[in-house]
């Protein structure tokens, strides 16, 4: 089965532009879930989306936002962009299919799209 | 909120020796799931091994260990007969168990990871 993939894998824009990111879950997986991962440091929160409703959201400035489409893949918008905006942006999927147990809750990692503004 | 603390910012081993690594986490809640990932150079993070906190049983995966202590918020990942290949970033993650998932608390709380070298 694939994987959760992600696209672009790399990008490089300039500040004050606007990028879209683009990830789709494994296949059944119906929340998709973005981090950002500033170099040296953990992934942080940013959305969680589950059947096409954003389900979570993290501490994160209003020019960052994000849809879930009826296929459960989902696109992340990044507006007016900042030079501290540069990062690895990771995506990832899980079942929440409500059984019992952690595992339909486990989140899956795609590679990430690594974006850096100059 | 919830923090999680990697107070090793890198480790170093030698091939088919053992390392520890340290994570401890800060919460009010009384049922969470704990997680090591590890992200190597190819940037993927993998699910190394979890912990449900309502187990008092420690989580073993292969040659991948945990020694949970819940009252002390203490999660340490051991790594038995090291590998090459286990040369990575490692990051301990919580979550919490209950919540209705509008509040989004589904999300992972990730510590700042712990760089793990292996020396042949």
């Known amino acids: 089965d694939a994987g959760v993939t992600q696209s672009p894998t790399h990008l490089i824009k300039t500040r004050g532009q606007q990028v879209t990111l683009r990830c789709s879950p494994i296949?059944?997986?119906?929340?998709v879930s973005w981090y950002q991962q500033v170099l040296g440091q953990g992934p942080q929160f940013i959305f969680q989306?589950?059947?096409?409703?954003?389900?979570g959201r993290g501490n994160f400035p209003d020019r960052f936002s994000a849809r879930q489409f009826p296929n459960y893949s989902s696109e992340l918008n990044v507006n007016a962009l900042l030079l501290g905006d540069s990062a690895l942006y990771l995506c990832?999927?899980?079942?929440?299919?409500?059984?019992?147990?952690?595992?339909?809750?486990?989140?899956?990692f795609g590679p990430g799209t690594r974006l850096t503004v100059t | 909120a919830q923090t999680v603390t990697q107070s090793q910012p890198e480790m170093s081993v030698q091939e088919a020796e053992t390392v520890t690594l340290s994570c401890t986490y800060d919460?009010?809640?009384?049922?969470?799931?704990l997680f090591w990932y590890k992200q190597p150079p190819s940037r993927q993070m993998i699910l190394v091994i979890r912990?449900?906190?309502?187990?008092?049983q420690n989580a073993t995966e292969n040659r991948f260990s945990v020694n949970f202590q819940k009252a002390a918020k203490s999660f340490s990942l051991k790594i038995s007969d090291s590998q090459l290949g286990d040369a990575a970033m490692y990051f301990c993650?919580?979550?919490?168990?209950?919540?209705?998932?509008?509040?989004?608390?589904?999300?992972?709380?990730f510590g700042s990871g712990t760089r793990l070298q292996v020396q042949p």
């Open positions: 990832a999927s899980s079942s929440e299919s409500g059984t019992s147990g952690v595992s339909s809750y486990e989140q899956y």
């Open positions: 993650a919580y979550r919490s168990a209950f919540g209705p998932r509008d509040t989004g608390r589904r999300a992972l709380t």
């Open positions: 989306y589950y059947e096409k409703e954003e389900r």
């Open positions: 296949s059944g997986h119906k929340s």
């Open positions: 919460t009010s809640e009384s049922d969470y799931y």
């Open positions: 912990q449900e906190a309502y187990k008092q």
